[in-house]
């Protein structure tokens, strides 16, 4: 299946139940530019809009690229880039990554964590 940044974004909204309006808000990109890029009118967008959609969504532009088909999983394990590329120093991400990070993972850890953050609801003022 072919990815695209439209169904990365539209499964983000799905996912926190944000609207369009919203992630405009957070990212400070157009919502028209979101609205396109959701309906596939748009396929990558440049680097700036990219980069604010990543910090908005909690990813790092890297997932943006991979998202987008612009890069392969394949390219980013074997250029030793793993997760998110920037956190924003003492953001609740940057600490819940840093604690993740310390874990010593098994398969049914993971999947019961999992579980359990597609649990939690979204706060609106995040």
Known sequence: MMRTLGGYIRDY???????????????????????????????????????????????????????????????????????VAEDVPNSPASRIHKIVDEIVWDDRDADRMVDMLRGLKPRGDM
Do not use: F, W, Y
């Open 13 to 83: 909204l799905d996912r926190t139940g944000l609207s369009q309006t919203e992630l405009s808000a957070r990212s400070n990109v157009p919502r028209v530019t979101i609205n396109r890029l959701v309906k596939e009118k748009t396929a990558l967008p440049d680097a700036d809009t990219r980069r604010k959609l990543a910090k908005a969504m909690g990813a790092s532009h890297v997932d943006i690229l991979v998202a987008a088909g612009e890069l392969e999983p394949e390219e980013v394990e074997a250029a030793g880039v793993q997760g």
